[in-house]
Structures are given as structure tokens and as C-alpha cells.
């Protein structure tokens, strides 16, 4: 049994911000902080005051976070990043709504002496004396104290103070982990009231020295006699007063949301496991129907994670191809116009998006990557709508001449038609790149769509059913968002935007098969006809290909698949291994192709090389974050390992930004989660010369001086599926909608009394929702029974975030 915390945020967009460059502008970005740690960058919006991101992530922490922070920077190239303003939501808050935050929000000031971080370790006692009791505070050390220097660190030290009297450490240079181990008494009066306050300051030789953050203690809940010792979490110093600065700053708009989860052993989820698989292999020739039931009761908020829930917990039960054919048929039982199917937000359409995400998205990268590279690296100015043309000058050697109208239109023409060509081209040769449970799957489709529209005015409502999932729903959004589908890094510029919509806005036409109404929305896409219906017939081609797969020839491609080690992640890094006591620098970082599998973290000079394997998996003991003085970047990780007689390793490796960095630290924590002997301390430092950069210990092999963070892991597309959770968050969501089930139970007791007998395709007979409602019985008992209780249903609130 184990307690999973998981952070949904959307960053959508801010208004009214504050311009910060002498143009008038800025270049705004967010950074996402969890207890001041960076786990999210956004991109940068080149100059705006009013920037949209639409971005969205999902993280994984340990239940014992306090804060997640919001930054809102500007960007500069030539000097320090300006803070604009920021929006700080405590742990305690989100828990307390389950449906998470929703709406506009003020950014605030940054102050200083808020912005603490870290924890530092006391031990405390009351000791009896002959006149008066003696009160002994003894400071041991801190850790992840926040860097206040230039250097990359601080110059700590701790400032003791109990009724007007005041005690001071003594510094410890270049350390955000300093160990004092000094001890201080205070005489206690007669019942003493008063508070012990801890402070901790970073030293500074030519200006006011910098607030770390402090504790307050209350002295009459210590015993005499009786020490207590434990690390206390670094508070910001709230005695001053704010500036009242909300409005002046701009306003960011959120959705935040925070979900826990119990989940209870793999035993207790296989009744419910059981039946819904039981269900998806009867399919439409069943006695009834629990996953219709289960559509109908799903409101439109949250189907879409539910889809994501069932399509995940059947794609580890090996009936994802099973359930989404259930999924179709239904679908298509109550549909009788053809111009409708699919395009609904249906429970098919949600679970199938949610498929081609998990299942196809390499193949999607393999595809459009080349072609978006292509686009983003030309910067072409590309206009199809007259009334939008903005009449350029071209020429060279200062012979300059005006552009007419009609030689932008034919430019753009051409350019649109290279794209759209060559997009065809790489989809029509990528049958066999395409997984073979996709290709199965719409073959499923295909087929389904065929037996319910036979006949020749039906021809091609079948190629329209796979394209309106293909096309327009998976390639088309990838087209216009690429950020958002890891294809760029950051977002396009207005220019390559309009390059891109018009380009997603050719193949939805050809994902349409051409047909009259998609023409006569946009006549001015006529200069793309011929283009488009060459790609008709492409297209025709490529999907009657791509479904001709039979049972044998998909056992064998995933055979073949399931022999190889796919890569969980792969890219260029810089790497350095630590090897004597020489001097570390940046310099000695070398650029090598990173690949991790499920086996090994193994480099390559190029992408193409021979692969050399540098970490077994199964010996990987840590992977965290470097300081930033340990090699003058905040962009190095170090991953802790044992070779191959058992002695201690460690390789640090350079990434290019926080957001790279993150995602190869979660990518190392994922696939090394269930290895033996993990790490829950490390240095975060180098050991040069003879001690620890972080903590100045001498012994090398000594304990680490800060805690690892195995738990926090960002959420990726490729991430293994944990068939636990998926079951849990299904009995979540059911348990939400069980009276919605019980009157439902209700309605066919009644029936089945009366003589009736459900007649719909889509009802779920008496007895195996009655075996529904057992098990949500069986596993509210099993959460009552564990320590941490029942999970309250969700009650139906959102705290709006308003201005």
C-alpha cells in the first residue's frame, strides 16, 4: 500500500504584465517551482504583454510537499533574467478542493526575505537546575539552503534569540548544507512564555547580510528532561509589512489540481479488473454492457480522464484493441448520419485520442518531425487569405521592388504545396513504421464502419472514420501546437504559426477525402486543390495498406518489437566522470548521444554510431540534481551507480536547460524505481581535493548530506504503465457516480419484476451491475480498513481563481 500525490497544472496564459525591456515589451516565460526546487520551464513569448502558453504537465511528488510556485520571468540575452511577479499556492489549499484551482490569479512581488528554502536540524532540551531551569538549543546543521551569492552558494550562519538575548554561530563559507554542531543555553524563568526564534543569514562582507529563512519555537510544549531533535522546515519572515502590489503586476490564468491516492495491494483491484475485462471480452455479444453504463454516467468534464484511465488499465491487460472495438461498435449502433460519427466527444473519441497518444506518438515524431523541423528552420512568410496579406519588399544589392498581392498568394501556394507534398510522401511510406497495435486497431475500425454504411455512396466513410482520428485529431493538433507534442521546444513565432494552421488546415481537408463542404468554408484554400486531391488518393492508398494486417502478421510485429529494448529516452548530453582529485571544470564535459532503455544507459559519438554501455539499470542507486557552484551550470545531474565489482560510481552529466534536465532526471528515477539498495541520501556537491563541495565532509564514502527525490517524476506519453493506480482512479470515479449506479440498479430491478427486459444494446443487465456495486463495497472496506482511511468522494467544487 502505498500514498501517491500527483499535480495536474495548465499554464494558459497571462494579460497586463509589466513591460521590463526599453522597447516597451517583454519576453515572458513561467518557471514552476515545488518547494523552491525548478520542475517546469515554459516557453518564452517573444515580445508581449499579454503572452499565451496553453501549456500542460503533470507531476509526481512525494505526499510531503508544502508550496508550489509560479514564476513569471522575463527573458533578456545580456544580462540576469527580471522577475515580474509571482503566484504561490500551499499544499494545505489544493488539498482542501479536490477539484483544484481554475481561473485568473494576481501575480505578486517577490520579496527577498520570502523566498526561503530548505530545513535545518535542532535538537532541543530543558534541563532542571538548582535555581531556575536552563533551556539548551543545540544548531546541528541545514540543507538546501537557498544559494545567495554569485558563487552559487552562501555564507550561513545561525542567529539564536530568547527574551531579548541573542547567540550567533559561526559562518561557514560557500555552503547551502553547513554542519555547525554548536549548542547554546538560555536561562527559563518562572513559567516562561516566550518564543525561541532560530534564524539562519547568509553572511555578506560589503552589504546587509542576506535572510535565509528562521523557526519559531514555543517553549512551554517542551518537557523537562526530555530532548526533542528533528529537522524543521525554514519559514519566510511574515513580520513586515506587504506591499500591496496586486494588479500593478498583471494576472496569470491556471488550472491547477492536485490529486492523493491510497493504493492498496494488486489483489484487492482483480475483482474489479476481472469483471471490466470480462465485459470487453464478451463485447457486443455480452449480456449487457457496464462500460456503456459507465459512458453515460461520466459527466463532459472529466471524460476525457476517465477514457485515459480504461485505455491504460486495458492496454496492460493486453485488451486495449478489444475495448476500443466495444467502443466503436456502440458508437456506432446509435449513429445513423455519417457526417456525425466520431465527432462528438464521446467516450470512443476521448479513449481513441488517448491511444494514438500512448501507442503512436513515436510513430508521429518519425513522421511530422522532418516536415516541422523543415518549416520552423525556413521562417517563409505564408499567406492563402487575401484580405490577410501584408505586401513585403524582396530583392538584393539594394534593387528593392514592391511584391504584388498575386506574387505572395502563388509563393505561398508553392511553399504550402512542398509541405503538404512531402508529408503525404513520409506518410505514405510509413506503413510499416506504424505500430501494430495501432494498424489492428483501425482495422477494427475500418471494418466496423464498413458492415454499419455498406454500399457505394458509403465508400468513404470508412477512410473518413480512420482520418478523423489520424488527421484530425492526432496529426492536425500536432501540426498547429508542436510544443505541445514534444516535436519543437519551444513555441512558433507568429510567422511560423500561420505556416503551420494553414498547413494543419490542408491535411484536415484531405483527412475529409475533398469533399464540397470542407471547400466551401475557405475558397481561398482553392490554390491547394490539386494538391490536396493528389493526396486523396494517397491517402486512400496509404490507410487501405495500413489496415490490411491479419492476426498473424500483428503477433509477429509485436514479437519483433518485444525483442528489442526501446528507448524511454535518447539525446545529446555532456558528460563528465569524476576519476582522482583533480579539479573539476566545465570544460572537461564531453558531448556524446545519450540512450536509455529498460536496460542500460549506454552513449554514442552520433546518433548512428556503435553504442557503448556506460550504467546497467539494475545499478543505478540515484540520479539527482548538481549545485549550480559545483560546475558554474544549474544544469547538472549525477547519476550514482556501482560497476561491476560493487564499488561506488558517479557520472555527471550536463544538460542544456532546466527542462531537459528534468526530464532525463524523471526518465533515470522511472525505469530504476523497483531497483534494491536506492539511495536516500546524496551529496549534491563534488568531491574535490579532499572534502565535499556541498557540505565541506572529508569522508568521501560518508553519508550524503541532502535527500534524494526518487519520487518526483514528470509524466511523459511514453511512461510504464502502472496497472495499480490506473484501478484506483477508475474506483475513484466510480465511487463518485455510485448513486447514479444504485438508481440505475434500481430502475432494472423494477424492470425485471415487471416482466421487462433490457432491450438497448447499451444496458447493463441487474446482475452484473449488482457485481459492480460488490466490488466498490469490497474496496471501500479495504481503504477503511488501511491506515490512511476511506477516500472521500469528490464533491462538485472548483475554486475559482478570480481577479
Known amino acids: ?249 498583471g494576472s496569470l490564468q491556471l488550472e491547477v489540481r492536485l490529486r492523493d491516492e491510497m493504493v492498496l495491494p494488486s489483489s484487492c483491484y482483480q475483482p474489479l479488473v476481472q469483471l471490466l475485462c470480462h465485459e470487453v471480452k464478451l463485447g457486443m455479444q455480452g449480456p449487457g454492457q457496464l462500460i456503456s453504463l459507465i459512458e453515460e454516467t461520466t459527466s463532459t468534464e472529466c471524460r476525457q480522464d476517465v477514457a485515459t484511465n480504461l485505455l491504460k488499465l486495458f492496454l496492460g491487460q493486453g485488451l486495449a484493441k478489444d475495448f476500443l472495438d ?154 498547429m501546437s508542436p510544443k505541445l507534442f514534444h516535436l519543437r521546444e519551444r513555441h512558433a513565432d507568429a510567422r511560423t504559426s500561420r505556416t503551420l494552421l494553414l498547413l494543419a488546415k490542408a491535411v484536415q481537408n484531405v483527412g475529409n477525402m475533398d469533399t464540397p463542404a470542407s471547400r466551401a468554408k475557405e475558397a481561398w484554400m482553392e490554390p491547394l486543390q490539386p494538391t490536396v486531391r493528389q493526396g486523396v488518393a494517397q491517402l486512400k492508398d496509404f490507410i487501405t495498406k495500413l489496415v490490411d494486417i491479419e492476426e498473424k502478421d500483428e503477433l509477429d510485429l509485436q514479437r519483433t518489437l518485444s525483442l528489442q529494448a526501446p528507448p524511454v529516452k535518447e539525446g545529446p548530453l555532456f558528460i563528465h566522470r569524476t576519476k582522482g582529485k583533480g579539479p573539476l571544470m566545465s570544460s572537461s564535459f564531453k558531448k556524446l548521444y545519450f540512450f536509455l532503455t529498460t536496460e542500460a544507459l549506454s552513449f554514442a559519438k552520433t546518433p548512428s554510431s556503435k553504442k557503448s554501455a556506460l550504467i546497467k539499470l539494475a545499478n543505478i542507486r540515484a540520479a539527482e540534481k548538481v549545485e549550480e557552484k559545483s560546475f558554474g551550470s544549474s544544469h547538472v545531474m549525477q547519476v550514482i551507480y556501482t560497476d561491476d565489482v560493487g564499488r561506488p560510481q558517479t557520472a555527471y552529466l550536463q544538460c542544456k536547460c532546466v527542462n531537459e534536465l528534468n526530464q532525463w532526471l524523471s526518465a533515470l528515477r522511472k525505469v530504476s524505481i523497483n531497483n534494491t539498495g536506492l539511495l536516500g541520501s546524496y551529496h549534491p556537491g563534488v568531491f574535490r581535493g579532499d572534502k565535499w563541495s556541498c557540505c565541506h565532509q572529508k569522508e568521501k564514502t560518508g553519508q550524503g548530506c541532502d535527500k534524494t527525490r526518487s519520487r518526483v517524476t514528470l509524466q511523459e506519453w511514453n511512461d510504464p504503465l502502472d496497472h495499480d493506480l490506473e484501478a484506483q482512479l477508475i474506483y475513484r470515479h466510480l465511487l463518485g457516480v455510485e448513486a447514479m449506479l444504485w438508481e440505475r440498479h434500481r430502475e432494472l430491478s423494477r424492470g425485471a419484476e415487471a416482466g421487462t427486459v433490457p432491450a438497448s444494446p447499451g444496458e447493463a443487465p441487474k446482475d452484473s451491475l449488482a457485481q459492480l456495486l460488490r466490488v466498490l463495497q469490497d474496496l471501500r472496506e479495504a481503504h477503511s480498513s488501511s491506515p490512511a482511511g476511506s477516500p472521500p468522494s469528490e464533491p462538485n467544487c472548483l475554486l475559482e481563481l478570480q481577479t
Open 1 to 249: 500500500m502505498a500514498k501517491r500525490s500527483s499535480l495536474y497544472i495548465r499554464i494558459v496564459e497571462g494579460k497586463n504584465l509589466p513591460a521590463k525591456d526599453i522597447t516597451g515589451s517583454s519576453d515572458p516565460y513561467c518557471i514552476v517551482k515545488v518547494d523552491n526546487e525548478p520542475i517546469i520551464r515554459t516557453a518564452t513569448v517573444w515580445k508581449t504583454l499579454c503572452p499565451f502558453w496553453g501549456e500542460e504537465y503533470q507531476v509526481h511528488l512525494p505526499p510531503t510537499f508544502h508550496t508550489v510556485a509560479f514564476y513569471v520571468m522575463d527573458e533578456d540575452a545580456l544580462s540576469r533574467d527580471d522577475v515580474i511577479g509571482k503566484v504561490c499556492l500551499p499544499r494545505d489549499t489544493l488539498a482542501s478542493h479536490p477539484k483544484g484551482f481554475s481561473g485568473w490569479t494576481h501575480l505578486t512581488e517577490v520579496d527577498p526575505d520570502e523566498e526561503v528554502q530548505g530545513e535545518i536540524h535542532l535538537r532541543l532540551e530543558v534541563q532542571p537546575g538548582a535555581q531556575a531551569c536552563r533551556l539548551r538549543c543545540s544548531v546541528l546543521e541545514a540543507r538546501d539552503l537557498a544559494p545567495k551569492d554569485r558563487n552559487g552558494a552562501s555564507d550561513p550562519f545561525v542567529r539564536v534569540r530568547y527574551k531579548g538575548r541573542t547567540q550567533e554561530t559561526s559562518i561557514v563559507k560557500k555552503s547551502c548544507y553547513p554542519r555547525w554542531n554548536e549548542t547554546f543555553e538560555f536561562e527559563l524563568g518562572e513559567g516562561a512564555t516566550e518564543v525561541l526564534c532560530v534564524e539562519t543569514w547568509d553572511w555578506d562582507l560589503v552589504s546587509r547580510n542576506d535572510f535565509l529563512g528562521k523557526v519559531v519555537i514555543d517553549i512551554q510544549r517542551l518537557q523537562v528532561a526530555q530532548p526533542e531533535e528533528g529537522w524543521f522546515r525554514l519559514q519566510p519572515d511574515q513580520t513586515k509589512s506587504r506591499r500591496h502590489d496586486e494588479g500593478n503586476l
Open 326 to 479: 466495444l467502443l466503436f461498435q456502440l458508437e456506432l449502433s446509435r449513429t445513423s448520419e455519417t457526417n456525425t460519427l466520431f465527432r462528438s466527444n464521446s467516450l470512443a473519441s476521448k479513449s481513441m485520442e488517448a491511444f494514438l497518444k500512448v501507442a503512436g506518438m513515436q510513430y508521429l515524431h518519425g513522421v511530422l518531425g522532418p516536415i516541422i523541423n523543415k518549416v520552423f528552420e525556413e521562417k517563409k512568410y505564408v499567406e492563402l487569405d487575401p484580405s490577410k496579406v501584408e505586401v513585403k519588399d524582396v530583392g538584393c544589392s539594394g534593387l528593392h521592388r514592391p511584391q504584388t498581392e498575386a506574387e505572395v498568394l502563388e509563393q505561398s501556394a508553392q511553399t504550402l504545396r512542398a509541405h503538404l507534398g512531402a508529408l503525404l510522401s513520409a506518410l505514405s511510406r510509413s506503413v510499416r513504421a506504424c505500430p501494430a497495435v495501432v494498424r489492428a486497431t483501425f482495422r477494427q475500425l475500418f471494418r466496423r464502419v464498413r458492415e454499419r454504411f455498406p454500399g457505394a455512396q458509403h465508400e468513404n466513410v470508412p477512410f473518413i472514420a480512420v482520418t478523423s482520428f489520424l488527421c484530425l485529431r492526432f496529426f492536425s493538433p500536432a501540426i
